[in-house]
């Protein structure tokens, strides 16, 4: 409890001032709100008096008027107070929700799924918005005035402020446990309500799926299922609020019949004046809805502190920092030397790669090639510092690159992922987005590379074209080639290409091979591939099995030894002259008819 | 397609339909609107309690009288008690039920309508139509026109109170009622306004947190962090600002309305105090007018609340009704003929076919294929390969000619004759959140563990199965995560052997799989495909070479057809496709 509040109070650090004046605005405009019922008090008492006296009443109707309007004065400051301050905790905790996603290392995303991050990143901060910008104030607000209304009550009568005070506790007692309950309730429906919504979403994704396989019946039976026990939830939460808000009603109302009798009794006998009757009956009425309030706040408030935990523990993940101590070197270009000496890297207690060795020269093509799980993905990872934590080491141009600055490194490395991610922007701004200041010409000159100006055209607002949700669907081999001129946009030294082609037409494959051998030239390039044609064709190729390297060398070297590439190779070359002398054969054939 | 389009007229037609949903439930309906009227009722009577109590207790000093008005309180306090029960728990039930219909009846939509409309759909749309839409109209049908009733009657009551007790007095206070209405209205649209933005700023947000975690790996390599953090400040800033002048919006407009009120209270005293010192107002009507003035405030701002949201409630109701209205283009004729093996037997017969009617995708397009046949379809993007598939499938129908099958045209199958006898995987494997075993049982749902092992065998996912730490039961989240492209492209030809279709499909079926694994699986594909007609598309021609026959297709039309052997004796496209691939290094 003791760090929660250490942790609220941390949060409003940047907003302390906004703070303090929406208390001040807060206690002055519970002040003027508390005046109205007095001055009602003195009128009616003027009046039962028949002291004749136009002047007072007139005064009087006009102080009304007058406490009113300061009142609506500082409530409009604490209003308006009270939102920059929550607003601006909750911008401030926004922002820093989102330079800890893109600043926490790579490996810290494994751990968190995409979906409850992002449940985090927004419903969990708008709870903790509601609570201070709601809840703190309300609570805030309903302390005032008790404070106030029963002073000013034992200053009028004590055993009546007794009698009118009497019933508060259960009522916020009852709020306060009911609501518990409700929030219960309420998350069991959410969950119920997400889980229909995804269900409906996957849906929707694979629909070709559900066709396909004319399963059609079976999701409809899933989907009437969950629908049905929405119904029956949200009825049972609403069966709740059907006990609660009229029975705490009467237990609201039953105060003030208590102090319309009482009072009314003692006015009778002439203890009070009617004024401080009529004042009594404001002021209960005053108290009862806004400390029926507050118990309905409390009973929830448990969600804004599990709310506090989830952020706590995203803000809490390390970032991405550079080693102690890297020295500061000058940005210049990397030539592009790659050496691997001896790299051993594993997480969660698996070992991924073993003893890993090699060494590229600038400028040359190295192909490596593994089976799904060997490690090719990690193996470029570590190059980019993705992970740090790996025995042996990498240099690159001989320094190490736990040495060199992340940013530096990583601006000079590209990479081309196996599934494309595209920005939801124009096609030209997904191409420019690596570049501070994109050159037109660059740019063009990437898109034609990459093959990106064959589809585009046909696209009518071209490279204007908006991408993603809320654009155009684009095929996977369009995604991939729009990724690949992003990169080159940059100019990489080292270049790694993840199966980037995978899912291009042959032509289309060829046509980029082809226009990319003149990037190539001045940079290093790794290429992970499925095809052997890809492979034969680089300076160096690195088979990979199980996490270590089983052969290296090119491909003349490797096809003379026995061995994984060897085989590989056989088998492929092997079905295919069959096929080819049935060709021929045919061909003959044919000929001879 | 966007969430926020409304048009500005109100339109009779859309609430005609909006209240036939309520048809079911005329009576429960009904019943509540009592309710809720006689709750207006009884509110304005309290006053009239205290007044009483007033007048005739208090002043002359009877305890009798005042105790008679505490008994009348109280079983006031009791009947508005049992009331607002019965109120609240009736407009649940009806509302959530309403919402529940409207979300059964668009899913039943979605399932008849044919994939164009999916393809031409984003499915954040959809789900915005089956969930907000829906409850925003059920919601308005429900609470929204219960406030305002409550309001309307509430405040009609109170004026009618009023004047019979001295209309004088009541006019003066109710000529403040214009202004709080007026005020009400002008303010409830502005903070509804307000809302609106804040909710569109903030869906921005959540995209935006969304595009930078799936996107952080690019994000990363390209050393984009500072510049995503800055722009994503922007975006918070806008936020700031559209909340705060939201909030101020609404602490502007209680602070006004409560002026008015106590002017209210100092009007009637003004008036009402000289007539309660010459006499003709009592100090009991004077007590119950001040409370009547303090009371004008809340149906006012229900009656401006629920009219603000009608606007929005009727865009929502459009949006929905646009989605139950639409037409599926592939319709099951009602006399589609549901029984019958397939025996395998494929004719194209002179179609025609193109997504929109300018570009022909498919021109004349003939094609025979005989039962068991493995035919290969090969050509560039956009040739109209899938086309086939689509067609095949009857996602789409012809535009002119007609598919065959076993020499009957599919249109006069069902849909479930025609899809069940076929396997098929796509080119991005769709998996379901679930086991691994779940995803596969998919192709065939009353499949046992034995069947679905053998089945994972053939396309060779066993051993990768088992080598996850749950093997089977291993829970695959939304998308297939964490499985990699390929290994999900596995799962989904195992599915589809499962199902032991007749013909089978497969269009890119294993791009992103390993080379050895590839090989595996062709050589396995041999008794996979026995007996079987079998469509493949593959950009990897060493995956087709096995077929019967391939086809090149270029423009929608076959530019060539034969065997492997048969094709590259040709010397024509395929032939130089295949060098391109093998032939280079």
């Not at chain 1, 096609?427 to 010409?441: A, L, T």
């Not at chain 2, 598309?537 to 076959?558: C, M, N, P, W, Y």
Request: glycine share 8%; hydrophobic share 45%.
């Amino acid at each position: 409890m003791g760090s929660l509040i250490r942790d609220f109070w941390n949060l409003t650090q940047p907003c302390r001032k906004a703070f303090v004046l929406a208390a001040v605005a807060l206690v002055a405009a519970t002040a003027f709100q508390l005046v109205l019922p007095w001055v009602l008090r003195m009128a009616i008492d003027s009046l039962t008096a028949r002291t004749n006296d136009y002047r007072l009443i007139i005064m009087l109707a006009s102080g009304l008027v007058g406490a009113a309007a300061g009142e609506a004065i500082f409530t409009f400051l604490k209003g308006k107070w009270a939102a920059e301050a929550s607003e601006g905790t909750v911008t401030h905790l926004r922002n820093r929700m989102f330079e800890q996603m893109v600043r926490m290392p790579f490996s810290a995303h494994g751990t968190v799924a995409a979906g409850d991050f992002i449940q985090r990143a927004t419903s969990d901060i708008q709870t903790l918005g509601r609570f201070l910008s709601v809840q703190v104030t309300e609570v805030a607000r309903t302390v005032c005035l008790l404070a106030g209304v029963s002073t000013l009550m034992f200053m009028m009568q004590p055993t009546l402020a007794l009698a009118a005070l009497a019933l508060l506790p259960p009522i916020f007692l009852f709020s306060m446990v009911i609501f518990r309950k409700i929030q219960k309730r309420f998350e069991t429906l959410d969950e119920t309500e997400a889980a229909l919504s995804s269900n409906v979403q996957e849906y929707l994704t694979g629909v070709r799926v559900v066709r396909a396989f004319a399963r059609e019946p079976y999701e409809s039976g899933r989907f009437r299922e969950l629908n049905a026990r929405l119904v029956r939830e949200d009825i049972a939460l609403s069966t709740l609020h059907a006990v609660f808000w009229p029975t705490s009603d009467v237990m609201c109302m039953l105060q003030a019949v208590i102090v319309l009798y009482l009072g009314g009794m003692k006015a009778v006998d002439g203890d009070i004046s009617l004024g401080t009757f009529v004042a009594f009956n404001s002021y209960v009425m005053y108290l009862i809805w806004p400390v029926r309030q507050i118990g309905r706040l409390l009973g929830e408030m448990g969600r804004a502190s599990v709310s506090m935990r989830r952020i706590r523990e995203i803000l809490d993940l390390p970032r991405e920092a550079d080693a102690e101590g890297a020295p500061e070197v000058e940005s210049k270009r990397l030539k592009g030397g790659v050496y691997f000496k001896h790299v051993s890297f594993g997480f969660d207690g698996q070992k991924v790669l073993h003893d890993i060795h090699f060494r590229v020269r600038p400028g040359k093509t190295v192909a490596i090639l593994g089976a799904t799980g060997s490690g090719k993905t990690t193996l470029m990872q570590l190059l980019l510092r993705f992970h740090d934590d790996y025995s042996g080491a990498i240099y690159i141009d001989d320094r190490d690159i736990r040495q060199i600055p992340k940013d530096e490194l990583r601006s000079q490395i590209g990479i081309v992922l196996q599934e494309a991610f595209l920005f939801s922007k124009s096609i030209y701004d997904n191409i420019s987005f690596g570049v501070d200041q994109p050159e037109r010409r660059l740019i063009r000159n990437a898109a034609a590379a990459a093959a990106v100006d064959r589809f585009v055209s046909e696209f009518p607002e071209r490279y204007r074209t908006v991408v993603g949700e809320r654009g155009v669907t684009l095929s996977g081999g369009q995604k991939q080639r729009i990724a690949l001129a992003r990169v080159l946009v940059k100019r990489p030294s080292i270049l790694i290409l993840d199966d980037t082609t995978s899912a291009l037409d042959t032509e289309t494959e060829a046509a980029i091979w082809s226009s990319l051998r003149k990037w190539l030239s001045d940079c290093t390039a790794f290429i992970i591939t499925h095809r052997l044609s890809t492979a034969a064709a680089a300076n160096k190729i690195i088979v990979l099995d199980k996490g270590r390297i089983v052969q290296q060398g090119n491909h003349e070297e490797l096809i003379r030894q026995p061995g994984h590439y060897r085989k590989l190779h056989e088998q492929q070359w092997a079905k295919m002259a069959v096929l080819d002398r049935e060709a021929s054969r045919g061909h003959a054939r044919r000929r001879v008819q | 397609m966007h969430d926020e389009e409304f048009s500005k007229q109100f339109d009779t037609s859309v609430w005609r339909k909006v209240f036939r949903l309520l048809s079911p439930y005329r009576w429960h309906y009904a019943g509540i609107m009592t309710v809720i009227m006689l709750m207006a009722g009884v509110e304005v009577l309290f006053p009239l309690v205290v007044r009483y109590a007033v007048d005739e207790g208090i002043t002359p000093g009877r305890r009798d009288v005042i105790l008679i008005a505490v008994f009348e309180y109280l079983g006031l306090i009791i009947m508005q008690a049992f009331l607002v029960a019965s109120f609240i728990s009736g407009c649940a039930r009806v509302g959530v039920r309403v919402i529940a219909d409207l979300r059964r009846m668009t899913y039943d939509r979605l399932q008849s309508l044919s994939i164009s409309y999916f393809d031409k759909t984003p499915v954040g749309w959809l789900m915005s139509r089956m969930f907000s839409d829906s409850q925003r109209v059920g919601d308005t049908l429900t609470w929204g026109a219960v406030d305002f009733v409550w309001g309307a009657v509430n405040m009609s009551l109170m004026a009618v109170a009023m004047l019979v007790v001295h209309w004088k007095l009541a006019l003066a206070a109710l000529s403040l009622l214009p202004l709080i209405v007026g005020i009400s209205i002008f303010f409830q649209r502005r903070i509804l306004r307000g809302y609106r933005s804040v909710r569109r700023i903030n869906s921005e947000i959540t995209a935006g947190f969304n595009e930078g975690y799936m996107g952080v790996r690019v994000i990363k390599s390209l050393v984009r962090e500072t510049a995503m953090a800055r722009d994503f400040e922007t975006l918070t800033g806008k936020m700031f600002e559209a909340s705060v002048r939201s909030a101020v919006l609404s602490s502007v407009y209680l602070p006004i309305i409560h002026v008015i009120g106590a002017t209210g209270s100092a009007l009637v005293i003004a008036f009402g105090g000289s007539g309660v010192i010459a006499g003709s107002i009592s100090l009991g009507t004077l007590v119950a007018f001040i409370s009547y003035t303090r009371r004008f405030f809340d149906p006012a701002n229900e009656i401006a609340r629920v009219f603000g949201q009608l606007q929005e409630t009727q865009a929502s109701a459009e949006r929905v009704f646009m989605l139950l209205d639409a037409a599926p283009e592939v319709t099951e004729r009602p006399n589609a003929s549901n029984e019958g093996r397939i025996r395998g037997k494929i004719e194209f017969r002179d179609v025609w076919f193109g997504y929109d009617r300018k570009t022909p995708v498919l021109r004349q397009f003939n094609l025979t294929v005989d039962p068991g046949q493995t035919i290969a379809l090969v050509g560039p993007t956009g040739s109209g390969k899938t086309t086939v598939m689509n067609l095949l499938l009857r996602f789409y129908d012809p535009t002119r000619g007609a598919v065959l099958i076993d020499g009957e045209d599919i249109r006069q199958w069902t849909f479930l004759r025609l899809r069940s006898q076929m396997g098929v995987v796509l080119q991005t494997p769709h998996l379901f959140s679930g086991t691994v075993r779940e995803n596969i049982r998919y192709g065939k749902l009353d499949a046992t563990d034995d069947a679905i092992g053998t089945a994972a065998k053939q396309v060779g996912l066993h051993e990768f199965v088992e080598a996850l730490p749950s093997g089977y039961e291993t829970v695959l989240r939304e998308g297939g995560e964490p499985l990699s492209t390929g290994q999900k492209q596995l799962i989904s030809l195992a599915r589809a052997v499962l199902a032991d279709p007749a013909i089978f499909i497969m269009d890119e079926a294993t791009s992103s799989v390993d080379t050895d694994t590839e090989l595996r699986i062709q050589k396995a594909s041999e008794q996979l495909l026995a007996g079987r007609t079998a469509f493949i598309i593959a950009h990897r021609l060493s995956t087709i070479r096995q077929a019967d026959r391939i086809l090149v297709i270029e423009k929608g039309r076959i530019a060539e057809n034969g065997t492997h052997a048969e094709l590259m004796a040709r010397r024509g496209m395929y032939h130089q496709l295949y060098s391109q691939q093998f032939m280079k290094s």
